[in-house]
């Protein structure tokens, strides 16, 4: 399927509520480098700031993250993904000294709805590293946030 085809009916509503996935370029674990992972979390917050998502839940997992956010109405969905794809993807390549991809292209993304129970889709976020057996208790892992939850 052309990723065209991806973005047909994607719509984005202001203070709607979406989970999102995004992939590293052929799954490589760049996160498994504390800083690098955190290039990626400053430039959530940075997007916080300027007003145009909230954060919800959020994880950063070796090789992709996923999170939970509001739109706030600034931005759409699909321009909050290439801007935080791109500002990680310019800062960590200056890190590492790379070209190249370092996103997959595209991202996955679902709308909430009203029923849905955001405390669960939360818990089921921050939850990725227990499931992967990366670590044995949340707290122990570094790259994670909601602001429901506490490590």
């Not at 991806?6 to 996160?31: D, I, N, Q």
């Not at 227990?130 to 602001?147: E, M, N, T």
Request: glycine share 6%.
């Amino acid at each position: 399927m052309p990723y065209s085809n991806l973005r047909k009916g994607r719509y984005s509503e202001s203070g709607r509520e979406y989970l999102v996935t995004a992939v590293t370029h052929l799954r490589a674990p760049w996160f498994l480098d504390f800083y690098t992972a955190r290039l990626l979390v400053m430039e959530m917050q940075r997007l916080e700031k300027e007003g145009a998502a909230i954060w919800l839940a959020w994880v950063v997992m070796p090789d992709h993250f996923h999170a939970l956010l509001s739109l706030t109405g600034q931005t759409s969905l699909g321009a909050l993904m290439n801007m935080l794809k791109g500002r990680s993807a310019r800062v960590i390549s200056v890190r590492h000294s790379r070209t190249g991809s370092f996103w997959q292209t595209n991202f996955h993304d679902h709308a909430l709805r009203t029923e849905e129970d955001r405390l669960e889709i939360a818990r089921y976020v921050v939850a990725n590293p227990l499931r992967a057996g990366i670590v044995a208790r949340l707290g122990d892992y570094p790259h994670w946030d909601s602001v429901w939850l506490s490590p």
